[in-house]
């Protein structure tokens, strides 16, 4: 990915945020300026020696003419502040150029939306389609002839099948794997390591079998394979 073209505001004050910020400087790929989140959650004046500002007035302290926003809110409320922040910010005139690393291996012919992310080591295999909002977090892998909607948020590691459907505001959790061929409903969550191998309606949770934590010390395990 190129430079960016103008300093950046990264909406959001979390540690996605702070991950994110400093990625983008410590690739030399643009400069962040602000972070900017709802008045009411300003909790700090500065971030990473930045100034923390209202979103609401963003427009007259860092004008969409001039910067642009790198939103990289969160999954919190199935991804659903993420997606009300960038409507607002494309409302106010904002161009969001998103974050890829330069890490990322993304289909040369890969359609997607605004404000991807997409992290370290994240592949995205041809013929795939991805809308606005989306998070692919490091080392998420997307097969071929899969369809992201808007407001996904995909886990670390976690591993999409070829031809996979995700409807709007899904969560994948890290380690989670979909098998091929498989739809997953909008707002359905699929926990952590969960392995996906039949439909999610809309709305519908996975979660795998608990791990168990035996009555033993791992003084007991000298030799194990
Ligand atoms: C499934 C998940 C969302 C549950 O999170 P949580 O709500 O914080 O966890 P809790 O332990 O409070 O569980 C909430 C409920 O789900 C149930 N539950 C959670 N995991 C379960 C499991 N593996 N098996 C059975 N029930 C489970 C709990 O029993 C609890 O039920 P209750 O409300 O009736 O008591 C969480 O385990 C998960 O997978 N998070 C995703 C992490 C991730 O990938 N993050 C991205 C990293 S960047």
């Known amino acids: ?83 009300r922040v960038s409507a607002f910010c494309r409302e106010s005139g904002y161009i969001l150029p998103g974050f890829v690393h330069p890490s990322a291996d993304l289909s040369a012919d890969l ?12 592949v995205v295999e041809p013929c795939t389609k991805i809308g606005d909002d989306v998070v692919l977090w490091a080392g998420c892998y997307i097969g071929h002839h899969s369809v992201l909607g808007d407001r996904i948020y995909v886990g670390p590691r976690a591993a999409v099948g070829g031809t996979v459907t995700i409807g709007d505001n899904a969560f994948i959790g890290m380690s989670a794997s979909v098998r091929s061929k498989i739809r997953i409903g909008a707002h359905a969550l699929v926990g952590a390591a969960s392995f996906v191998s039949q439909d999610l309606a809309d ?8 791990s168990v934590i035996l009555d033993k010390t791992s003084d007991g395990f000298t030799y194990f394979h």
Do not use: W
């Not at 359609?111 to 994240?122: E, P, T």
């Not at 709305?203 to 608990?210: L, T, W």
């Open 111 to 122: 359609r997607y939306g605004s404000n991807l992310i997409a992290m370290q080591g994240v």
């Open 1 to 83: 990915m190129p430079r960016y073209e103008h300093p950046i505001v990264v909406a959001g004050t979390g540690l996605n945020a702070e991950v994110i910020a400093s990625v983008i400087e410590g690739e030399s790929m643009g400069t962040v300026v602000a972070f900017a989140v709802d008045r009411d959650h300003i909790k700090e004046p500065t971030m990473l020696g930045r100034p923390v500002i209202a979103l609401e007035d963003m427009v007259v302290l860092y004008p969409p003419s001039s910067h642009c926003v790198v939103n990289s809110i969160g999954y919190n409320h199935m991804n659903r502040v993420r997606g």
């Open 203 to 210: 709305g519908a949770v996975i979660v795998p079998a608990r």
